[in-house]
Structures are given as structure tokens and as C-alpha cells.
């Protein structure tokens, strides 16, 4: 089973296992972090968990579906590396989870989410 794995983009590219960079600067990174406000610039800075659910919650949208189908091919069966520490959220689990999971992909599970569970 694939793992998340922690490192920079060169980590990833010297391994010799089939391993995806997922990180910062990558065309798979989550663009909502840890510290930026969301859902609108005057709401509270948002923690990891609530950047990794609007992530995931992204790809559950209209046009995220169709990003979300494109990422579940491009990274099955591969490790994943971010440059988030290993002990906390990140959207390399979710990335990990739409991936692999059997069915279709179009399910996207997250552990904070305003929608309640997927």
C-alpha cells in the first residue's frame, strides 16, 4: 500500500521506488495552508486539518471532480512526498486515500469537514 512520505521534491525524484512529489510548487499542492484565512478574509487563520478538509472539499466540487479523476490516475500505486511533517494533516493523505481507494474516485473523505462524513 502506499505511504506519505516527508521530504523536497530532489528526495523524491532520488528514490528508487515510484515515489510523486506532491508538495509545494508541484501541480498536485494544496493551495490553502495552514495560516491563511478561509473561507473569507476575515475568518480566523485556519489549522492544518481545516486547509487539508478545504482541500479535499475542493475536489468534491464540480470542477474539482474532474482535477480529482485526473490526480487518482496520475498517482495510483505511488508513494507520496510533502514537506509536511509526518505528524500532522496533509493533503497528501487525501490525495493517498482518492488514489487507492477501490471504487471510482470520486469519493473524498475528510476528518473536519462543514459537510459532516462523506
Avoid at 507520496?80 to 494533516?89: E, F, G, K, R, Y
Amino acid at each position: 500500500m502506499p505511504v506519505r512520505l516527508r521530504g523536497a521534491s530532489q528526495d523524491a525524484a532520488d528514490l528508487p521506488t515510484a515515489c510523486v512529489y506532491v508538495g509545494p510548487r508541484s501541480r498536485f499542492a494544496n493551495p490553502f495552508r495552514a495560516g491563511d484565512r478561509a473561507p473569507s478574509p476575515l475568518g480566523p487563520p485556519m489549522d492544518a486539518a481545516e486547509a487539508v478538509d478545504l482541500f479535499a472539499a475542493t475536489l468534491r466540487g464540480l470542477v474539482g471532480r474532474c482535477y480529482a479523476a485526473r490526480f487518482a490516475r496520475a498517482l495510483r500505486g505511488r508513494d507520496l512526498m510533502c514537506t509536511c511533517p509526518l505528524d500532522v494533516p496533509c493533503h497528501a493523505d487525501v490525495l493517498l486515500r482518492l488514489a487507492n481507494e477501490s471504487g471510482d474516485g470520486d469519493v473524498i473523505r475528510t476528518c473536519n469537514s462543514l459537510e459532516g462524513p462523506q
